[in-house]
Structures are given as C-alpha cells and as structure tokens.
C-alpha cells in the first residue's frame, strides 16, 4: 500500500534516521505512518485535539475541508440529499452501496419492524425528572438498552452487530420522540408502521391521542433531509468517542451513549442549540455589529455559534443545502419574515465580509440554519441536538461496525506528554506543616 517513505531525523546526539511509509489514500491527504516510532525511537507524536492525526482508515466517508466537499460513499451530499431518502443514506453508509429495490424494501421493512420499546423501557423514563434536558434522557436511555436487548450485545457475533445496529437507528426517533413527550407530561405515542422513518418522528413527537394527526409532506421531507444532512461526518469527536468506546469490546448501546454524551457540548452537537439562544439574546438587526466585535475579541469568550469548523475552511456544504430548506418551510409555513430568520441572514452577511472571518476562514456550518427550521416546525430548543443525535446513529455504528471488522483494530490507547512532578517520596499529614 506505501509508494514513498517520509525520513524523521532525530537531533539526539546520533542524527538517526528513521524511514516511516507514506500510505495514499483514494483522495485527500496520504499520512505517515508512525506505528513504529516509539519502538524505534522512544518517541512519541504530539498532536493535541488530533488537527494532524488520522485515528484509522476508513471507506465511509470522505471530506474536503478546503472546497467544501462531503461524499459518502463516493456520493456528493448535494446528490443525497436532493435525491436520496434518509433510509437508503443509511443503507449506504452501513453496505457501502446503493440498495436494489428488493434490497431497499427489505431494510425499511427491518428498520421499521424494530421502532418499538420494550415496555418496560416506558418505567425507566419516569425516573427522570419533568425538566431534565432531553439530552441527559438519550444518554441514559440510549445506555440503557443493553440491558434490555441481552441478545445483541455479542460484538464478536456479525448477527447481533446487525441486529442492535437495527435496532439503534430504528429505536432512536422512538427514544427521542419520548424524552420529549414525557419533558410535556403527554403520554407516549407508539410508532406507526404504514409511516415513513421522518413521518414517524414527526407523528410520536406531535400526535395527541385525542385527535387525529396528518403529518405535513413538506416538513416530512425537510425532516429526512436534515437527516440525511447529519447522518455521517468522518472521525469528529462523537464518532471518534465512539470507536474509542467501541475498541475495548464495550456493547454497541453503550458506545453509541457515549456519542451522544460527546455530541452534547457546544462545540459539536451543541451548536445548534446554541445558534438559536444566540439570536434571541442579539434580538435585533441593530446589535448585530456589538456581537461581531465581541467575537472578534480575544478577551471575551463569547463566539458566534454556528460559524466556523475544524475540517471545513470553505462554505459548509451542508449548510448551503439547509439554507435552502430553511427558506421553503418558512414558506410552506407562512412564516417567511420570521424575524430570527431576517437576523440570522443579516449576521451571515456581515460575517462573511468582516476581515476577521475571511482572514480566518470561519464560514456558517451546518448548524447555523438548522435551528431557525427547526424552531418553525415546532421543536424546541432543547430537542435541537437531539435530532442531531438521532440522524448521527447511523454514521455512529456504521463507522463502530467498520472499527470492528477491521482486522487492524485494537484497543484505542493514546500516550501523553509527561509534565508533572519527578517521582518523589509522601511526606505523612503529619509532616506537611
Ligand atoms: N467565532 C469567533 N471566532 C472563532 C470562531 C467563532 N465561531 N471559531 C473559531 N474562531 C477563531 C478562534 O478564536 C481562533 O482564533 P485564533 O487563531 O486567533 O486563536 C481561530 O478562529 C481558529 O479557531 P479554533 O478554535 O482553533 O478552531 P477549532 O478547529 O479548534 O474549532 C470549532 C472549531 C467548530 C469548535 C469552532 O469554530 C467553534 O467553536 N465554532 C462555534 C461552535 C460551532 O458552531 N460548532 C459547530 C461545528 S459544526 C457541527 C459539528 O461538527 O458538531
């Protein structure tokens, strides 16, 4: 697989030099492989946050932060997400090619023949306070289901990986319809299998018992297509946390728990829910230019969520395609002059000009405009990085499931740069003056 090498030359007295193997990969950037450093060296790499590090090889998907590229696949996310439906995206990401329609039909049929919960799944909710962030719900219940699917939790059985990946993309819109209902004090709506995954989400997140419930086609569609728009993104920091979790044997519930845990915070996840309190504290068009400046700010730990990423240094591709969906269920709404819509664009505007943000790349990402449709099809603010979760499930197994199957695979163990204390002898309390 290598066709060069990369020579290290160490200044330790002997100028060694050690040859590391360059590997290609189909596109992007090759990388340097350092397996065998540290036994040749007794050196280690030092790349803290991982900016230069790739963690594993992966045919799943591939980005290109600089042009604003994002293929699953080989697929362009534009393609998928105007052609495609969130159900076969996840067919994709997991089987690596576009299902026949047989092969379509079966996998909806699995998917939608494993939305249900245990019953006893519906107790565990009530443990939960009524305020509890719907977040904290996914993490414990999410954790929670390997203790009631005993039967896929064997991570050495192909079968049971099959079967609880199943089951987590087909339980997670259930799971996370519930933390809502129950955040209301509205009973639990059951899922319905003549609906398609989105009508599903939308009809146990809205329906009341006590009245029929016809969900809307353009806010069905917009729903798969923010799906599909979060559904895999490479080796960021949740899927990242769940291969880690996933490389000691950890079940796949518990490792997908643990993406959700990491997807939560404001620089991942988290952003989306933070975009909007952002634009309800500017409140108006006129502070637009007092929060520029405070981002701009080296002193004040205030940034403009929503805006820049670690990969892409270029438009995000899937923030070009949720500006476009924001502007037709505004429409299909009736609510095009929402006005945190006219404050979003206008932020967009003067962020885009301002040298600071040029000079620094810092484009919208997806999660700028995710919020503002979110909030007009009626979610609120707190369930925003719960769907994020929900859509991320899929990329989450089929990258574990990837890790698994990899006969690279080991236990993920990264080393430190020691600065600490020289070992040194315990002084007893006594002592210690
Ligand atoms: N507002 C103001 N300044 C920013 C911002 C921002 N949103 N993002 C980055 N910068 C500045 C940062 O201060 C730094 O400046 P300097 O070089 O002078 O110190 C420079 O740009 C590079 O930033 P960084 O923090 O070193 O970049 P990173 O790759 O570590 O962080 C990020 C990427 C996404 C965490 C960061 O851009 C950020 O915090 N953005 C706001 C939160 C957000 O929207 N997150 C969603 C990411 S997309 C969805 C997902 O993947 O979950």
Not at 52 to 80: F, M, W
Not at 109 to 132: C, N, P, V, W
Not at 226 to 235: S, V
């Amino acid at each position: 697989m290598s066709s060069s090498n990369a020579t290290i030359t160490v200044n330790d007295g002997n100028n060694r030099q050690v040859a590391m193997p360059v590997l290609p990969g189909t596109i992007g950037p090759s990388v340097v492989d350092v397996r065998k450093l540290y036994n040749e060296t007794g050196l280690f790499t030092y790349d803290p946050g991982f900016t230069s590090t790739a963690s594993c090889e992966s045919k799943i998907t591939y980005i290109d932060g600089d042009q604003g590229v994002l293929l699953h696949r080989g697929y362009p996310i534009e393609q998928l997400a105007e052609q495609s439906t969130f159900l076969e995206v996840c067919y994709l990401l997991m089987k690596g090619e576009l299902p026949s329609k047989a092969e379509f039909d079966k996998f909806q049929k699995d998917i939608t023949y494993h939305t249900m919960l245990h019953e006893q799944i519906s107790f565990f909710y009530r443990g939960f306070r009524r305020d509890a962030h719907p977040m904290a719900v996914m993490v414990g219940v999410v954790g929670a289901l390997s203790a009631f699917y005993h039967d896929s939790t064997n991570i050495d059985d192909p079968h049971q990986r099959m079967i609880a990946s199943y089951r987590l993309i087909a339980k997670m819109p259930t799971i996370a319809a519930w933390a809502y209902k129950y955040s209301v004090g509205q009973p639990f709506i059951y899922p319905q299998n003549h609906l398609s995954y989105a009508e599903n989400f939308l009809h146990m997140m809205f329906a009341v018992p006590c009245e029929a419930y016809k969900v809307n086609p353009v806010l069905a569609r917009a729903m798969d297509r923010i799906f599909i728009l979060h559904a895999d993104h490479e080796q960021n920091a949740s899927t990242s946390t769940v291969r880690l979790a996933g490389s000691s044997g950890a079940n796949p519930f518990a490792c997908i728990a643990a993406g959700i845990a990491c997807l939560w915070g404001p620089a991942h996840g988290g952003a989306n829910e933070a975009v909007l309190k952002m634009l309800e504290e500017i409140g108006s068009v006129e502070r637009v230019p007092e929060f520029i400046k405070r981002a701009k700010d080296k002193n004040d730990t205030f940034r403009l969520m929503g805006f820049g990423h670690r990969v892409y240094k270029n438009y995000d591709p899937r923030a070009k395609i949720m500006r476009q969906s924001c502007h037709e269920v505004l429409d299909a709404l009736g609510v095009r002059n929402e006005p945190l819509l006219k404050l979003a664009m206008e932020l967009e505007r003067i962020a885009l000009e301002d040298p600071y943000f040029v000079e620094k790349k810092l484009y919208p990402n997806v999660d700028f405009y995710s919020g503002i449709i979110l909030r007009a099809m009626g979610f609120p603010t707190s369930m925003f990085t719960v769907l994020f979760a929900l859509a991320r499930t899929v990329g989450w197994i089929a990258q574990w499931n990837e890790m698994i199957e990899d006969p690279a695979q080991k236990i993920g163990r990264p080393r430190q740069l020691y600065t600490g204390h020289d070992k040194r002898d315990y002084v007893p309390l006594a002592k210690r003056g």
